[in-house]
Every structure is written in structure tokens, then in C-alpha cells.
């Protein structure tokens, strides 16, 4: 009850319309009861009493309902088509906006392809209760009101008998009703982990080929599909039950009612238009009866849709604003890591951390993978939240500050340079669209990305393609990097941003990262120590613990891990130069 509940409270901004269709169904359902009505005087007046005036009235009076009935008809139709779009249309906004907001964490516990089948299956699910199933249940709700009406007025006695039956009706719809929405739940499941296999497939389409593992991945694909499969056809059973059920207690009724009728006519107790009447009224009632019992089908799947939708909305994000929040306008002492202990939920991942980095120092976070140093970066624009410690900018805990100012406060470049499927200008200008064209180009050319932008067919207008796909990765890295200058934030952040580059391309991107990094405050992860070299303290994090700090000479004088990692990768190049 409390999900339809806040179903309907979606109906509120649309109150106005949503009146005026429930006005427009109520003359249909009144019409409706007038049209039987219509056939006792038609009967008794014109075909038993052969009265001439009724025959030129009843044609006109007949045709007058059918109009107003059939615009009235159209006008509800509209309004509810407009309402039950618009809801729809905001509550698939609303889940984009509260997934968006989400925190990394949760984002990371879910699977794609489910997420994406919430705004997409669950939402046209929904859609179909909404719009259709309340459509149709309220206009056929007034039209039995109307025809009941005619029913009891003609003969209260076999009315009561035709009622009867109702119980009966209810109980059917409930049992099925309950059927529909644990079998329409489980198929809508299994869809969201045939969404995510599709996309898992398409995003590893290289590696399956290389592995020769399109079988596997056709086999577990066949799996979910069955599944379905299966699901639709319990789904399909249920559906095809209702309305053959529905009919056998129909002509239960209507063959009990002919045949008490009938002798009520013959007794001469009932007139023949007052028992044709009645019965036209009660065959006009069974259609919207059958309606409402296939329109249940359409609510309990638009029931179990919303439940799913529903377990997103009431996941509150990990990361919010604290009461009294401030804004972060600058970085001028610069960022200091106080006993900062972090965990993903089983163990900890980083330990007792303790880092100063002073405004405009460029410092390195070094070691084997798995370590923590991504992690570590990842607390400072709160991705995450940390569970013991602080981290101070300027001497504040960075959770005081907001979160939008904290993120325009700090870049990022990814070891994956990530661009979205539109124009080099707007994947340059993300998230910075107020920036002169000016601001744009000087920012290509400081990340000496413009001479092969211009080189382009299309220039800066060329689209990329699905992240960035027709681009080198060098030249994706650049167009990040340029995004980064475009941000002009006084932290920047560059997590592995050359290890996955060839060597003639990390010499462009690394020219471009120098010019970024001057004067402000940032940090590097890397595994190419030789990136590294300049800065002003290097930390080896190993197992989630600081085990070295200082500078490269110095690191190189102790003896200890980076020394170690330095040879190991000095040996490697010398070997590979070898090989050639």
C-alpha cells in the first residue's frame, strides 16, 4: 500500500489535468449507463407500443450521447497520456540525477547493466501501470459506477444475483495478481543480468576474441536467456488464465440472469425493454470487468518495477555536504594527512597515514600495485570517505568544505583517459562550458594537443567516437590533460597518467604534464619511477603503509624498497635496449 501510495503522490504536480480527466471519465462512465439505459425506451416505446415520436426522438438522442461520449473520451484519454508520460519522464530523471549522485562505493557494488536496466525496463514497466493500467481503471471504474446504476434501477432483484458473482472475481484477480508480481520481479532481475553481460561483452570484446572464448560467453548469455525465457512464459500462463477464468464466471452469471430474467418476462413481472435494458447494461458491464482484470497484470508488473526503482531512491549517498559546510576557495598552505586509516569494508587498506604536502610542492606516491596509492588520491576529492584520521587543506578538514568546491578545487588525469562520445571541443570544455574559445585553444596548445587537433578533417568539431575510440592514446591523454588546464584547479592529481603509453608518446603528454603541474599543488602516482625524479618527496606505500619518504637521491642513498624498484626498472631498460 505505501509503495502505491508514493506512485500516486507523482500525480500531485499534474493535479489540474488529472481533475479534468477525472471529470471526462465521469460523463463517459455516465453516458456509458445512459446508453443502456436508452434501450428500454427503445424497446417498450418504439418495437412493443410502435410510438412514432420516440422513433424520430431516440435515433437523435442516441447519436447526441455517442458524440459527447466519444469527445469527452478523447479529451481523458489526452490528459491522462500527458500525465502518465510526464511522471514517468521525472521519475526516470530522478533516478539518473539520485545514481549520479551516488557515491563511488555504490557505484562500484552494482552492476552496470542493472543500473541501466532500472532507467530503462523498470521505468517503461512502470510506465505501463502508470499510463495505461490508471487510465483504464479509473475510466472503467466510473463506467461500472454508471452501468451498476442502470442495473439496480431496472431490477434491483436480478442485480443482486448478478452481483454474486463479484467475490468470486476478486478472489481470482488477487491469487493472480500475487502470481504476476514475484514471476514479473524475477524476469525483470534476470534482465538486469542479461543488460550487464551484453555490456561485459562489449566493453572485453578484445580479450574474448584473443581467448578464443566467444563459446563461454555465448553459454553463460543462453543461460540468462532461458532464464527469461521462463519467467515469460510463467508470466504469459498467469496472463492467459485471467481472462478465460474471467469469462466462465461471466457466463456463469449472465446465463443464471437470462434465465431468472426470462421468466420474469414471461410472468409478465418485467417488461421486455426493462429486461433488454438490464441485460445490455450488464453485457456493457463485463467488458470493463475484463479490462480491469487484464489491467491488474499491468499493475503488478509496474508494482515490482517500482519496488526496484524504489531500492535506489532510498539509498542515501555515502558522501554529503556536513551541516555548515564552507566553501573551499583556494589552497595556499597546502594538504596534510593525519593518521588516516581506510578500509572498503573488510580490513584496512591504507594505515597510519601521515603526508604535508605544502601548496605548490610536487610530490609521488610510489610502490608495487595494490597498495594503496590510487586509494589514498582517491580520499582527497572525496570519492570516499575515510574512516579514521583527517585530511586537512589549510589546516580545515576537507569534509567541512562542500563537496561541488572541494571537486572545482582539484584535477584529475586518469592512467585510462576517459572522453565521451562527442566533439575534441566539448570533451576539452567538460564540465567548463562558460570558457571563452580563447580559454579552449590555449589550452590545447599547452597540452600540445592543438597541432593534431587542427590537422583533423573536422578540427575541433571531429567527434571521438565511444570513449575516444578514434583517437591514439596519446592523443586522448592530451585532450584529458587539456580538460585539466581548462579546469585551472590549484591541486592536481595525475594517477599513472603515462604507464600506458609507448615511449615516444609519454615524451609528448609528459611535455604537457610539466607545463601543468607549474604552480600548483600535485600529486603522482606512478609505477615509471622515472617520472618521479623532480619531485619534491617521494612516499613508497607498500601494503597500505608509508615505509619510505624523501627525496629521489636520498631515497637512492638509503638502500631500502625504491632503491630496489629503481634498479629493477633500470635493469629492465637496459635489457630492452639490448634487445634491439
Known amino acids: ?27 463517459v462512465g455516465s453516458l456509458s449507463g445512459l446508453t443502456a439505459y436508452l434501450v428500454k425506451p427503445v424497446m417498450d416505446g418504439i418495437f412493443v407500443k410502435k410510438n412514432v415520436m420516440m422513433l ?22 489526452y490528459q491522462m497520456r500527458y500525465v502518465g508520460l510526464k511522471i514517468i519522464s521525472d521519475l526516470r530523471q530522478k533516478l539518473y540525477d539520485h545514481i549520479q549522485n551516488m557515491s563511488l562505493s555504490f557505484i562500484e557494488r552494482s552492476s552496470t547493466g542493472v543500473l541501466m536496466s532500472r532507467i530503462t525496463n523498470d521505468v517503461n514497466l512502470l510506465q505501463g501501470a502508470v499510463s495505461a493500467a490508471i487510465t ?74 584473443a581467448f578464443n572464448s566467444e563459446e563461454y560467453e555465448l553459454k553463460k548469455f543462453d543461460r540468462e536467456n532461458e532464464r527469461i525465457f521462463k519467467y515469460n ?60 482484470s487484464k ?18 531512491l532510498d539509498t542515501e549517498p555515502d558522501i554529503t555536504n556536513r551541516t555548515g559546510a564552507v566553501e573551499l576557495k583556494d589552497v595556499k598552505k597546502g594538504i596534510e594527512f593525519k593518521d588516516v586509516s581506510f578500509s572498503y569494508g573488510e580490513g584496512l587498506v591504507l594505515r597510519d597515514i601521515n603526508i604535508s604536502i605544502p601548496a605548490g610542492d610536487v610530490v609521488a606516491l610510489v610502490g608495487v600495485s595494490g597498495g594503496g596509492k590510487t586509494t589514498l588520491a582517491s580520499l582527497i576529492p572525496r570519492f570516499y570517505d575515510l574512516q579514521e584520521g583527517e585530511i586537512l587543506i589549510d589546516g580545515v578538514d576537507l569534509r567541512n568544505f562542500t563537496v561541488d568546491s572541494l571537486r572545482s578545487r582539484i584535477a584529475l588525469v586518469n592512467q585510462d583517459p576517459f572522453l565521451f562520445n562527442d566533439t575534441i571541443w566539448n570533451n576539452i570544455a567538460y564540465g567548463n562550458f562558460n570558457k571563452t574559445e580563447e580559454d579552449i585553444i590555449s589550452a590545447a596548445k599547452a597540452a600540445y594537443a592543438y597541432d593534431f587537433i587542427v590537422e583533423l578533417p573536422a578540427g575541433f568539431d571531429t567527434v571521438v567516437g565511444d570513449r575516444g575510440v578514434s583517437l591514439s592514446g596519446g592523443q586522448k591523454q592530451r585532450i584529458c590533460i587539456a580538460r585539466a588546464f581548462l579546469k585551472d584547479a590549484p591541486i592536481l592529481i595525475l594517477d599513472e597518467a603515462t604507464s600506458s603509453l609507448d615511449n615516444e608518446s609519454e615524451k609528448e603528454v609528459q611535455k604537457s604534464l610539466f607545463n601543468l603541474m607549474k604552480g600548483r599543488t600535485t600529486i603522482i602516482i606512478a609505477h615509471r619511477l622515472s617520472t618521479v625524479i623532480n619531485a619534491s618527496k617521494i612516499f613508497v606505500i607498500s601494503s597500505g603503509k608509508i615505509i619510505e619518504a624523501g627525496s629521489h637521491d636520498q631515497l637512492l642513498k638509503a638502500g631500502g624498497e625504491y632503491s630496489r624498484l629503481y634498479k629493477m626498472q633500470f635493469l629492465n631498460v637496459r635489457e630492452e635496449i639490448i634487445d634491439r
Open 295 to 312: 489491467v491488474n497484470n499491468l499493475i503488478q508488473n509496474g508494482l515490482a518495477a517500482a519496488n526496484r526503482i524504489y531500492e535506489i
Open 1 to 27: 500500500m505505501e509503495l502505491l501510495t508514493r506512485i500516486l503522490n507523482l500525480v500531485k504536480p499534474y493535479w489540474f489535468r488529472m481533475s479534468i480527466a477525472i471529470v471526462l471519465m465521469a460523463i
Open 136 to 209: 483504464s481503471f479509473l475510466k472503467d471504474s466510473f463506467t461500472m459506477i454508471g452501468l451498476v446504476f442502470v442495473v439496480f434501477y431496472q431490477d434491483w432483484r436480478l442485480a443482486s444475483l448478478a452481483i454474486l458473482i463479484l467475490p468470486g472475481a476478486y478472489l481470482l484477480i488477487d491469487k493472480l495478481g500475487k502470481k504476476m508480481r514475484r514471476y514479473s520481479k524475477k524476469c525483470q532481475q534476470a534482465m538486469g543480468d542479461i543488460s550487464s553481460i551484453v555490456q561485459e561483452l562489449l566493453r572485453g570484446i578484445r580479450v574474448v576474441k
Open 233 to 292: 512464459m510463467r508470466i504469459s500462463v498467469v496472463q492467459g488464465l485471467s481472462s478465460p477464468l474471467m469469462e466462465l464466471l461471466g457466463a456463469f452469471g449472465i446465463a443464471t440472469i437470462i434465465g431468472y430474467g426470462g421468466y420474469q418476462v414471461i410472468q409478465g413481472q418485467s417488461t421486455p425493454g426493462t429486461f433488454f435494458s438490464f441485460l445490455a447494461a450488464l453485457f456493457m458491464l463485463y467488458k470493463p470487468m475484463k479490462r480491469l
Open 56 to 77: 424520430k426522438i431516440l435515433p437523435l438522442i442516441v447519436l447526441a450521447v455517442f458524440l459527447v461520449r466519444s469527445l469527452c473520451d478523447w479529451g481523458q484519454r
